[in-house]
Nanobody, 126 residues
Framework: QVQLVESGGRLVQAGDSLRLSCTASGRTFDSYAMGWFRQPPGKEREFVSAISWNTGRTYYADSVKGRRFTISRDNAKTTVYLQLNGLQPEDTAVYFC??????????????????WGQGTQVTVSS
């Protein structure tokens, strides 16, 4: 089992920055990758970013490919971070951390992940 604990979400103003954290425990050595997804109110969950736990290769959704968001990891603490810069109201969502332990072929898809955190709310006011 892999347990994921997220933190960092809060209410901010447009243009502000946040750093979300997700700490993994359990059999983390089995994880191919960890990723971040978000679900805006009333919308479907969507891919944001992912990082290979083994190689450090990163992946980003088109909406954040300019590195407005940055994913990173701390293997010693088994923690993955998502740095959110230049936040806008459309970034308001519940942000979920996820771990993929079986494969890493489709890290932009929710079905690739078999463990999920509880989600942390990011609210951006205009």
């Amino acid at each position: 089992q892999v347990q994921l604990v997220e933190s960092g979400g809060r209410l901010v103003q447009a243009g502000d920055s946040l750093r979300l954290s997700c700490t993994a425990s359990g059999r983390t050595f089995d994880s191919y990758a960890m990723g971040w997804f978000r679900q805006p109110p009333g919308k479907e969950r969507e891919f944001v970013s992912a990082i290979s736990w083994n190689t450090g290769r990163t992946y980003y959704a088109d909406s954040v490919k300019g590195r407005r968001f940055t994913i990173s990891r701390d293997n010693a603490k088994t923690t993955v971070y998502l740095q959110l810069n230049g936040l806008q109201p459309e970034d308001t969502a519940v942000y979920f951390c996820a771990a993929a332990t079986l494969a890493d072929y489709a890290l932009t898809e929710t079905y690739e992940y078999d463990f999920w955190g509880q989600g942390t709310q990011v609210t951006v006011s205009s």
